[in-house]
DNA sequence: CTGTTAGCGCCTTCAA
DNA sequence: TTGAAGGCGCTAACAG
């Protein structure tokens, strides 16, 4: 059976046993090489790497993960990779744990909180050191998963929630009052909304809804909305922006879900020949690196994406081992006055 | 010291033998009924299957791979999750894997090949089924772990050079190449180029290369250049026209490295009040959606990104087991006429 | 500074 | 259809 099994794997198998052999000394001795850990004198050291480098050998994390009970692996469950937001939430990430040897694992739920649970289980799976997920929304049992487990889990983008462990992101109800003020504050009286799916994009709608607060408090409201069924693109932003003027022309601002929705404001009415901001202003959120490009700059909310994984990582790593009670990071927006609004 | 250990962790552990023991059968027909292998009496599974919900039993997969020799891990490596492309290979990654019970573990390497060996020594621990990298360049070393670690290897994007295993991609020098002749045949003549680091982007290279052959098989050449020292911008492909024009106003088709820089010269033209096509046309190259929802429609060529990740996760699960000598697929780029070329 | 002893939680192989 | 025995490759907790 041996045999057997020797003729499966051609590759002859590196393993710690095998360097240790090899090098005259124990298992232990080179597994503490290899981690850095503990002391050991330099002579051991170089004739043990002399022959980890001839052999080629590399640790096997799953054994070592095992056997200390811990891995490496931080999970990442984001709703998708089609929104230019999480790829830049997962630079900060990716940024926030380089030099440290943890390796991100990252699934992609499509906005559905039941491929979330299911997610959240596979991960698990995996006994990661913590977990990273964007928003604060999850079924009954990923969130009591994700309580029972006790390693940190750090909830992104929305902090209008208690969390779990850790939050970091901002109050999107209240960058949409923000914005209301804002545009208030500059003129602007008759509102048209134009936006995407509220269903997946659940802080889309916080911020339509403390625009509104905004609005009611000054004695507005928005007077026409534009939306579309599915997800937020350019070219939606641009037909929604068409749309929007058909049914009312007395519209003098458009507050857009976010800045991919706006940036087709602003192409529809370069091409159209409508005024930006004189016949209409536009209003974006995220404050994309884009909107500094267009031939005026965009009008927009900074959300600091890349800021919240960075963050995110880092709150995690100044205590791996233990909660230390509900912590909510807030990163803040800011108003780019920009030149559409 | 058992003591010890019981009260570190106070979740009371869920594992195997626990469930085998509530539910009065042996260990392995808990695994068997977990992994939908073997023959299970229903009367049994279903038992079995009661324990497991009332503990919330998450089997271990490190104890699981570490058994049985084969993890369900897919190790990725891309240079950037800055440059929009690959977050698109990255979907079609998750795209291709959605319903295997495949776990993607991506890693960046900010177009730095030691820094892609580490990561590739860093993945390889976690004794993946299979590795996605972003090109052909390796460090010897990492070519050489690479191919002994007899997993399939797919390299994406490029198909220029004979694969370890799986390349799956297009051909950037060709598609340079028509870039050039399609130009060429709609009557320019003087042709300028703006692009970034090539350094860093080969295939952006290999594109110039293959633009400059059409030219000079044509008796033409690329009259001017304004290159950029770091990555590709919409703002810098705005800056670098202007400088492009500055430099020599007899160009009449400026041919960008790829779709941000070319999207930045559209701007460009628009806020300087220069005739895109009449005065200046614009050719870029990846047919982002964004340049479809220009006010005039990017002429571009397309490069199938999505696709790339998705068919290369394919190619691996036909045979997830076996190489099969070096695979070559071409995903093939098409030209999006448009109105700015 | 180095080694010994015992597992980690699961799966493979073989036997019933 | 089920089970028993043994080990995957590594590390924790001690002891020298």
Redesign the interface.
Known sequence: MKERRRLA???SKVTLSEVARLANVSEITVSRIMRNKGPISEVTRQRVMAVVNKL?Y??????G??AS?R?N?IGVAIPS??N?VF??V??GI?AGLKGT?F??????TDYDLDAEEALI???????PAAMILAGSDHTGSAQ??LV???IRIAELMDIDVEPIDIAVGLSHRSAGYDSGRHLIERGYRRFGYIGHNWRDDRRAKLRYDGLCQALSEAGLQVVAHSMVEGAS???A??AMTANLLANDPTVDVAVYSNDDMA??GV?HC??AGIAIRERLAIFGFNGL??G?????VLSTMRSNRFLIGKIAVEKIMENLAHRSGPCVVDTGYEIIAGETA
């Open positions: 794997d051609h590759k080629g590399v640790p096997n994390r799953i054994a993960s095992l009970a891995s692996i990779l089609s230019i790829p830049e997962l630079r990716h040897d390796q991100p694992v990252v699934g992609v289980r596979s991960l698990m799976a995996w006994k009591q998963i029972q487990s006790g693109s350019t070219l932003g641009r940036i087709g192409f370069l091409s690196e884009l500094d490009a267009l031939p005026m």
